[in-house]
């Protein structure tokens, strides 16, 4: 699939113009892991103060390029809003599945025109850094992120986070069905031939990626044999998955929990029904719940655009664009304190997600994961 290339222009016809929102700083309590336990996920123990206003940022001049592994409709509102607060700003932005953003990086190198890449894949974005592709944001965005969520040098921030599960449709399946191993889903046999997964999706290669991470490569090749054994069906993307299982073509699948989320509590419904028979369950203690976050970083390229760029991935971290990531039906978990996630999502305190040290998790190989996926024939 070639990149889709949106200009301003282009943004501001396609998304519409909404305007920022004002977001009074307000408090909570909320924890900052160095690894990834979520045991005491939604509070701390001690209350801090909200992150900052737009407002209160330097503004954003000038030329800025962005490759986006985050897909137009469900970040393209944000663009627009912070483009129309900043008329200066001129800002290009290329979409595309985040693992071919990051090798279509890999391949420009130095003469690469990205100055930030934004994607749901910390592997893609540790892969960067790795090869000494990345620059580190300025002092102020590392102390505005989330500890334990965020690459410590500064490489990559991550921006929102997003919570592993198996969706799956009440009508066909009862809950007692889903197993509480991920490595047992594929032995369900009341699901063979009606799981669903979408293999070339950023959020799955980090999935596979931390499957690989957690429990090896020899499992992990053993679980995607198994899946595929099980009549597994690939889809382009974890909506179209989620899609399917509204639609009762399959019954399940691993996804992203803000998929069933959404469709979950539109008051709109869809073709196929309304969307109360989707529900998500977790597996325990392995990848198949695991806790990963969008991110962003800056490409190291020949402008040197640095300064522009750490700024506006600054912006990504204030109250407006937090707001975003966890209200408009968006249901991900907020990566500043003072910030709580949608009351309707699941608590993640009552989840028992694996111990992951992301920075570790960044530095995995995402092309070995690709290699495993493609050793299994599910690729």
């Known amino acids: 699939m070639g ?12 998304a519409g113009s909404v305007g920022l929102m004002a977001i009074a700083g307000c408090t909570a309590t909320q924890e900052t892991p160095a690894e990834t336990d979520h ?43 912070i483009q129309d607060k900043y008329p200066k700003l001129d800002l290009d932005i290329r979409y595309d599945k985040s693992t071919a953003l990051a090798n279509q990086i890999r391949v420009e190198g130095k003469n690469t025109p990205a100055d930030v890449f934004y994607t749901v894949s910390t592997g893609a974005l540790g892969l960067l850094k790795s090869e000494g592709m990345t620059v580190p944001v300025n002092a102020d965005v590392i102390a505005a992120g989330r500890e334990g969520y965020l ?26 069905v889903i197993p509480k191993s991920i490595f047992d889903l594929p032995k369900v046999e009341a699901l063979k031939d009606k799981m669903g997964w979408a293999p070339t999706y950023g959020s799955h290669a980090d999935f596979v990626t931390c499957m690989r991470y957690l429990h090896g490569d020899e499992k992990t090749l053993q679980w995607l044999k198994d899946m595929k054994a099980a ?15 509204l639609a009762g073509e399959i019954h399940a699948g691993p996804v992203n929990h803000y998929y069933p989320m959404r469709v979950k509590n539109d008051p709109t419904g869809h073709s196929y029904g309304s969307g109360d028979h989707i529900e998500l369950a977790f597996t325990e203690n392995d990848a198949g719940v695991f806790m990963n976050v969008a991110g962003a970083t800056i490409v190291k390229n020949p402008r040197q655009n640095y300064e522009l760029a750490s700024n506006f991935i600054r912006h990504l971290l204030s109250n407006e664009a937090q707001q975003f990531f966890i ?5 991900e978990y907020p990566m500043i304190p ?9 608590k993640l305190s009552e989840q028992k997600t694996p111990k992951v040290d992301l920075v570790k998790f960044a530095s995995q190989d995402i092309n070995k994961t690709v290699a495993l996926q493609e050793e299994a024939g599910v690729l």
């Open 151 to 176: 690459d410590p040098e500064g490489h990559w921030i991550g921006t929102s986070g997003r919570l592993r599960c198996i969706a799956y449709n009440t009508k066909e399946v009862d809950a007692s």
């Open 231 to 245: 009549g597994v069906k690939s889809y382009a993307k974890e909506s179209n998955v989620t899609e399917a299982i």
């Open 327 to 331: 209200g408009n039906m968006k249901f």
């Open 39 to 81: 045991s005491d996920h939604d509070h701390d123990s001690k209350a801090v103060t909200a992150g900052v206003s737009m407002d209160a940022l330097p503004p954003l001049e000038g030329s800025l390029t962005m490759y986006s592994g985050r897909k137009e409709s469900l970040v393209g509102e944000l663009f627009v809003m």
């Open 338 to 346: 003072g910030l709580e996630a949608d009351s309707r999502l699941p």
């Open 3 to 14: 990149l889709e290339y949106i200009s301003r222009r282009n943004l501001l016809a396609t």
